[in-house]
């Protein structure tokens, strides 16, 4: 069992960020939608107290109440729904981890139930690889052969997809939309993903010639990232006064193309700390530990290279 639970945090982890980050977003939604129906009503309070109150406005007033409270209604159900899916998962994958406490606590062990449970975990180990290294066809189909869909991470992954292929199209717009949505849970994190998106927009404008159009960004955005971040504004804001072409090396490398190479490692890296994902996947790790444990390289070799075997003939 201790094996299981040093391998198998994220499984848990994934989900009940997942749940609380819903949880959070529902209560920020429905306290707004409660805000506008309490409005709602003092502006009727205050029409029906009035003198010279009509039976037409206050009818009027009323339709607007109840449409509110349609909506207040709606959007309630629509976050306990999300929030009761989330949940579901977590649920499925606390069962799926008894699962293994149950076959290897009983008096007798079925050893071909555990060798099924384990072949459903490698599944999932090999899964969460191919995710890591952009092989989501091939995740996408191993997980529904294996029935392992609800056992994996493979939204979060495809959903980093999107944002990396905007960011590699020098867009970032996306990844700014994935900041704002994971805001709270970034400040947290101290981190600087947001930051620097604004420096490389910065950057593109001036890169077009744009200069006016870079103050205004300066402006707009530089001011909320003063207080951690004042030495590099100012070094950014020097910008202005070079060329695109400047071979001085603080600023020409401002100006590299790589650098949208390292935002897409940045956002990489942040999403994996935003669901305490480790580095590495956990079929990396578990591989490397049972590698350490072979006395020569070569049965290592041939072990690295039937898994992959079989699971490549598999998808």
């Not at 039976?55 to 009323?62: A, S, Y």
Request: charged share 30%; aromatic share 8%; glycine share 2%.
């Amino acid at each position: 069992m201790a094996d299981v639970k040093a391998l198998e945090h994220p499984t848990l982890k994934v989900p009940y960020e997942i749940l609380n980050k819903k949880f959070r977003t529902a209560q920020k939604t429905l306290d707004r939608e409660v805000s506008h129906v309490q409005q709602a009503a003092i502006e009727i309070e205050r029409n029906i107290s009035g003198e010279n109150a009509k039976t037409q406005n206050i009818t009027k007033f009323l339709g607007g109440m109840v449409e509110k409270l349609q909506v207040l209604k709606r959007k309630a159900e629509e976050s306990i729904t999300e929030e009761l899916q989330a949940t579901n998962v977590c649920k499925r994958r606390l069962e799926h981890l008894k699962e293994h406490s149950t076959l290897t606590s009983s008096g007798a062990v079925s050893q071909g139930a555990l060798n099924q449970w384990r072949r459903k975990r490698l599944d999932r180990m090999v899964v969460e690889y191919f995710l890591r290294n952009g092989y989501y066809n091939s995740a996408i189909t191993l997980a529904e052969k294996s029935t392992i869909k609800d056992l994996t991470n493979i939204d979060i992954f495809l959903t980093s997809r999107e944002v990396e292929k905007s960011l590699a199209n020098h867009e970032t717009s996306k990844c700014l939309a994935w900041c704002y949505d994971n805001r709270s849970k970034l400040r947290k994190l101290k981190s600087n993903m947001e930051f620097n998106l604004r420096i490389q927009e910065f950057v593109e404008l001036i890169r077009s010639d744009r200069r006016i159009d870079a103050i205004k960004h300066a402006r707009k955005h530089f001011p909320s990232f003063e207080e951690e971040h004042l030495s590099t504004i100012q070094k950014v804001m020097a910008l202005l006064a070079f060329p695109v072409t400047t071979e001085i090396p603080s600023y020409k490398v401002l100006f590299d193309e790589n650098r949208w190479d390292t935002l897409i490692e940045e956002f990489r890296h942040e999403n994996y700390r935003l669901f305490q994902l480790a580095s590495q996947s956990v079929f990396t790790v578990a591989l490397q530990a049972g590698l350490s444990a072979l006395k020569t390289p070569y049965p290592l070799m041939q072990f690295h290279y039937l898994i992959f075997l079989d699971q490549f003939l598999l998808s």
